[in-house]
Each structure stands twice: as C-alpha cells, then as structure tokens.
C-alpha cells in the first residue's frame, strides 16, 4: 500500500482583480450604478456586497479545484449542493493494475503519530484490507465488486466546480473548530491561498484553532 498526505490543485486560472471587476460589473446592476465603475473601484464595491451580506451577487463567478483526499472526507465535500463533482470511481478503477502501482493508496490519518498504537492497528488494517481487495480480483471479482471492503481512508480525487458564494459557504463551515480534521487539513489552506488571490470576497473568513 503506499500513504500519501491530502492535498489540492487550483485549477482554474485565477485573476483576482479581473474577478472582482466581473462581480462588480454583475452587481451594480442591481442599483444601475455602472457609470461608477473605475479601475479600482470593485474591491470598494465588493467590500460593501460583503457587509450587507449580498451574496448572491458573487455566485457570478466560478472556481473549479481539484482535491485529494480520503473517501471519508469526499463524502462531506459531496453534501454541498451547489457545485458540480466529478470523482475517481472505485467502480471503474482497479487498483491491482500497474498505472495503480498494483496496491491501493490511502490518505495518512493526521490525528495519529506514526509512533502509536492506533497509527499500528490503523496500517496493520489497511495492510489486510489490501491483500483481500488483491485476493478478491484474483478470484475474479470485478473493481464494483471488490470494493467493498475498501476503507474510508482509500485516496480518492475529487474535482469540484464551485460559484465564489459556495466556497465562501463551504470555508465557513469546512475550517470551523468543530469540522473534521482530516477536512480541516485539506480546507484550511486551501482557504488561505483563496485568500491571497481574492482577499476582499476570503478574508473575512477567519481560522480559529
């Protein structure tokens, strides 16, 4: 089996200042003050929007990111409704092939060291779900099949599409204190680096620990 930590992929081209003249420019429609866009005034603009809490006017804009994580964190990720997913199928992908790597990969537990007992019995599970899901293809089970008995832990990639107001959403809720924190280590900085390229719309999102 090989371990591997989470990790992500912004897929999208960002332009942070072309971003915020396309919200500004969808937003002032609403008060028809388009006579007041300047070069710089979409973060002032935005920063408003932001403050009273309009935020149906940043759904104009999309971002799309590709996750790697375990299949326990892909189930959460999944439950925001708003956004398109497309994700590695346990059905389609056989893991004893050779593009594989002939073994499974998991995402490594973050809540335990290495060194402990529960990092033990967690590898030591892993090892035997690997040599069953091997034995299982062996005796001809199909992947859709076989994968039963594969774990919450198996790697999977996600690719997710998400207007700015979801991710706004799903950072609120995915860095809080009281999220998982296997979700917490892929969502957190992600959300910094949405911060350094969008400041205006992320910043007020703040991590507590």
């Known amino acids: 089996m090989k371990i ?26 609403a008060y028809k003050s388009e006579d007041k866009i300047t070069e710089d005034s979409s973060s002032k603009f935005i920063e408003m929007i932001m403050n009273r809490e309009h935020l149906s006017v940043i759904e104009h804009s999309f971002i799309t990111v590709r996750v ?19 994700q590695e199928s346990t059905r389609y992908c056989n893991y004893t ?28 599970t892993i090892n035997y779900i690997e040599n069953s899901y091997n034995k299982l293809i062996s005796l001809g089970a199909s992947p859709q099949k076989a994968r039963s008995i594969l774990p919450n832990s198996l790697k999977t990639e996600i690719v997710i599409t998400m ?12 860095t809080a204190k009281t999220a998982h ?6 969502a957190i900085p992600l ?5 350094k390229k969008i400041p205006v719309i992320f910043d007020k999102i703040i991590i507590n620990d």
């Not at 959300?191 to 911060?195: A, G, N, R, S, V």
């Open 97 to 124: 092939k050779g593009k594989f790597g002939n073994e499974i990969t998991v995402i490594k537990p973050c809540f335990w060291n290495e060194n402990s007992e529960e990092y033990k019995v967690w590898s030591e």
């Open 191 to 195: 959300l910094m680096e949405f911060q």
């Open 68 to 86: 790697i994580c375990d299949r326990g964190v892909s189930h959460e990720i999944v439950r925001h409704r708003l956004a398109s997913y497309t």
């Open 181 to 186: 924190p296997q979700m917490r280590e892929i």
């Open 163 to 174: 207007n700015l107001r979801e991710w706004y959403h799903f950072f609120k809720l995915r």
């Open 4 to 29: 591997i930590q989470p990790t992500f992929i912004i897929e999208s081209p960002i332009n942070g200042n072309e971003i915020l003249k396309h919200i500004e420019k969808a937003g002032r429609t």
